[in-house]
């Protein structure tokens, strides 16, 4: 968990079923704003806040997935250039929600929030 999250010690040990469950969405309910980062046997997770306070920002390639905390980094791995109508909408807006799944960076999936990302 990265972040500040609500949860006590008795609510995180009650979400280890859930982990097992893969039951990533459950795992951002508590007050707050946090990540989390998750693993189930060999599937990992990362989640962001319904708030968008710990955006999660991911790209697939051939070798996996990749994540991140800022789209240029996942970016990077090939030089994906920026994604003009997105940035053009986030200036006209200045909201993230407006971007819906989509990233300042072309071919990088946008902000994850309260859902599994990776």
């Known amino acids: 968990m990265i972040g500040e999250c609500g949860a006590d010690d008795i609510q995180l040990r009650d979400a280890l079923p859930v982990v097992r469950a893969r ?3 459950a795992l951002t309910r508590w007050p707050g704003s946090y990540r989390v980062v998750a693993r189930s046997g060999s599937m990992p997770a990362v989640t962001g806040d319904p708030a968008g306070q710990h955006p999660v920002y991911y790209r697939t390639d051939g ?3 990749w994540w991140a905390t800022a789209s240029s980094a996942p970016a990077a791995l090939d030089g994906a250039p920026v994604d003009v109508t997105a940035l053009a909408a986030h200036l006209a807006f200045g909201q993230p929600d407006v971007l819906a799944t989509r990233s300042l960076c072309c071919d990088v999936g946008g902000e994850c929030r ?5």
């Open 23 to 25: 039951s990533w969405r």
């Open 63 to 65: 070798a996996g997935t």
């Open 114 to 118: 309260a859902g599994m990302c990776c």
